[in-house]
């Protein structure tokens, strides 16, 4: 069976089963120090599994797309789904099947949808977070933007996650990869085992030498 099944039906998306149940485990821990956020919502399949984390830990997540479709998403482009079309606007518009996902799965109210840009939306957030999940736009402006613009709400002992990790460029864009690189040369994370292509990080308790700093400090050192 299609882990996609464990939710009722098949939902659009590009997760694998092994980071679905990663992100469900996940979310439902951090759901309980704090506010998880995702970014990059499509049609709600990461949000499913995040949200019924956050249900369980009684938490909620908040996840943010301009629902347009990323580059690859449009016409003529590797990605672009014609079911996604909107034919009034002939434009890409993810909003209607992400409400429905939440619907079918009892999610409203647990997850909250936020309609707009990344960047924008964090210009004036001011809420600490428990877990923020990069899944969003793969160019290197997109992914660097979306990891700058959020990494300092994350607590300490919150997570960071990082969707499409490819270490070898011929199995994928190198955007993720790189901002996982420099989040985790930044000295502020320790590593967690990456699942399939999902990265995860921890943010570290203040005051702690995380062994990415006391590596680099090694290398650096005169
Ligand atoms: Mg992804």
Not at 42 to 64: D, N, Q
Not at 90 to 100: C, G, Q
Request: a negative charge; aromatic letters at 10%; charged letters at 20%.
């Amino acid at each position: 069976m299609d882990f996609r099944e464990l939710l009722g039906r098949t939902f659009k998306g590009f997760l694998a089963e092994e980071e679905a149940k990663r992100l469900y485990d996940l979310a439902r821990e951090a759901s309980r120090l704090g506010a998880c956020l995702e970014i990059g919502s499509y049609c709600g399949l990461s949000a499913a599994f995040l949200g019924l984390g956050c249900r369980e830990g009684g938490g909620v997540l908040y996840s943010i797309d301009h629902h347009r479709g990323s580059e690859e998403q449009q016409p003529g482009e590797a990605y672009f789904d014609p079911d996604l079309l909107d034919a009034k606007t002939s434009r890409i518009d993810t909003l209607p099947l992400f409400r429905e996902t939440l619907e079918e799965l009892s999610l409203v109210g647990t997850v909250i949808p936020i309609i707009g840009r990344s960047a924008e939306v964090a210009a004036h957030w001011r809420s600490p977070l428990a877990l923020v999940f990069i899944d969003g736009g793969h160019t290197f402006e997109a992914a660097f933007t979306d990891y700058n613009s959020w990494v300092s709400h994350l607590i300490p002992g919150g997570y960071l996650a990082i969707h499409d990790l490819f270490p070898d460029p011929a199995k994928g864009g190198q955007a993720p990869w790189c901002v996982y690189n420099l989040a985790l040369a930044s000295g502020l994370f320790e590593a967690l085992p990456t699942i399939g292509t999902l990265g995860l990080l921890r943010r570290a308790p203040c005051g702690t030498v995380t062994s990415a700093a006391a590596a680099a400090w090694e290398k650096l050192r005169p």
